[in-house]
Each structure stands twice: as C-alpha cells, then as structure tokens.
C-alpha cells in the first residue's frame, strides 16, 4: 500500500495529493540523463526515441511505486495514456487556467483518470509555479474552456513553489491547474515529467499523435505490461472528433430510443 487511508481520502475530496522526495538520488541522476539526451538530440535536430525506449524514463512508467499508488485510486487493469518529460528554463512560459481529462466530448467524470506531476529538481518559486484549484475535479468543462482566465489568481487556488527534489505530485486529471511563469532558473533548470493513466472499464480518447498505436507497441516490448498498454483501451481521438463534430444538434439525440 502506496498512500495511506487518510491520503487517499484527501486526494478524492481536493483532487490533488502532494508526495515530496518521491524519488531517490540515483533513480532522479538516471531520469535527468535521459532528459538531457533529449535535448541533445532536439537541438542536434536527431531522431528522438518514444521516451519508452529510454533507459530510466521507460521504466518511470511502471514505476512500483507509481503503479501501486495509481491502483489504489483507479483499482486493477487501468491503462497508460502517455507521458511528457522536458527541461524548463529561464523564460520558461506558463500554462493557461486548464484540465487534462480526456472525453470527446466533455459530459461526465464516470471513470477516473489520473496525471502524476515529477518534479526531479523541486520547485523553488523559479520559473514557474504549480497552481491547483482544489475539488473542480468534477466539474464538467472542456479542456481548454479556461484559456481566458490566463494564470492570473483565483480564489481558493493552492499555489505549490517550494517541493524537494524528486518530489510527485498526483492530480485528477479534471482538476482545474496552471504553471504560473515566474522569473528566475538561471542556477536551477527544472527537470519536470507527468504520466497520465486511466480506470479501466471505458474506451479513453487515444494519446493526440498519429503514432499512438507504435507507442504502446514499443512500450509492450520493452517494458512489458500487456494489459496497462493494450490498444484496446483506446479509441483514435482524431477519428472520433472527425465523426462528432460533423454531428448537427444535440449528441444525445444519437442514444435516445426512436419516438
């Protein structure tokens, strides 16, 4: 067991739980060389592997304790959605007011998904800041319905600035957050990743790259897991944004029974 009854409860009631010093040093040294091959490889303009096929940012995925944790809040047979790793700097910009929750299109929250937020270097105030709005997780709002709100304050928000390194944050991926851009970073380049997994028991919205399916493919191989990366969690969200936006009227008129 990963998190305790008393967490638990607070992540399912304000949609966020912080876990500092998540990591341990050699596993936060393996995880920063893997990002720093990345960017090597971006400004050499070079082929980037899928971050699967890395040797420490692969194995991030299934993570003991991350999958132990994640099982906890979802149950068994939840699948992996994706995972982003990048290094911010200096001038880093921020994130407008979002949620990451994947639906097509946004009309309940069934079943739970989940975004875990590594912070390799901590949070110290530079660059950018996290900021949450504790229990929206269950308001039911496009992703990007916020934008105009821009990271300026809003009431009850928690602002998260000061995290050791190696330290986690996990999210309802309906919470409603920002990355406030701050100055500063100049001696301290933020070393930042967040994995996204899914309940079982839906098809999910597919990762937003046409090579969704090789990604799962190449994770399956080197990492095993066949359930947590089986396709058919999935559906390809390009398709099904296609069919539903060429849809007139009211997407419910599609399930009602004939009158």
Known sequence: ??????????FHDQGFLILPSF??????A????????????????????YLCQLPHL??????????AMVEQV???????????????????????????YEQEP??????IMVHVFYYFNGL????????????TQNTVIANGALGHLGQQ???????????????AVLVYSALWHARRAKPGGEDRVRYFADASYCQAGVKWPSYHNAQWREILAAARENLGHETLFADDHFFDVRAGKAAWRERQGSLVLDILPTV
Do not use: C
């Open 58 to 67: 692969g194995p991030l995925i299934v993570h003991p304790k991350t999958l």
């Open 74 to 100: 979802m149950g068994p047979g939840f699948a992996f959605h994706h995972l982003h790793a990048s290094r911010q700097g200096p001038g880093t910009p921020g994130a407008n007011w979002h949620q990451d």
């Open 23 to 28: 990591f341990n040093d050699d596993e936060m």
């Open 106 to 111: 946004q009309v309940n929250r069934s079943h």
């Open 153 to 167: 304050v809003l009431p009850g928000e928690v602002v998260v600035d000061d995290l050791p390194p190696g330290s």
């Open 1 to 10: 067991m990963m998190l305790t009854d008393d967490q638990l409860a607070a």
């Open 30 to 49: 393996g995880y920063k060389a893997d990002m720093d091959q990345i960017q090597a490889l971006r400004e050499a303009k070079e082929p980037v592997p």
């Open 124 to 135: 110290n105030g530079e660059v950018g800041d996290l900021v949450v709005l504790p229990r």
